[in-house]
């Protein structure tokens, strides 16, 4: 079992814990015509890098989205952030 660091819960058992997404992956724009080979390349092509990543995860027990940041090839965790905007920075 791997504990992963959640940033609003503390560590918590891997099972807890959902893959999401790379950052910065774009979804395409929905509003007119894509391609099947756009579509397909959204969702089926990832970097798949080795060595230290980022990647979105859910905490599934508090329903948290946030940043991991692991080591792909050890797989050590090397910290969390959290996806929230600080209660100053909310644009309006």
């Known amino acids: 079992m791997q504990l992963f660091p959640c940033p609003f819960c503390g560590l918590r058992n891997e099972r807890e ?7 910065g992956k774009t979804r395409p724009d929905t509003t007119g015509a894509i391609s099947a080979a756009d579509w397909a390349a959204y ?14 995860w859910m905490h599934l027990t508090c329903r948290e989205l946030f940043v991991m940041e692991r080591d ?3 797989m050590e965790v090397l910290g969390s952030t959290t996806l929230r ?5 909310i644009a309006e």
């Open 17 to 23: 814990f959902h893959y999401m997404a790379e950052p």
């Open 72 to 74: 792909s090839v050890t």
């Open 43 to 56: 969702l089926y092509d990832t970097r798949n890098e080795k060595g230290r990543v980022r990647e979105i």
């Open 85 to 89: 905007a600080p209660a100053g920075e």
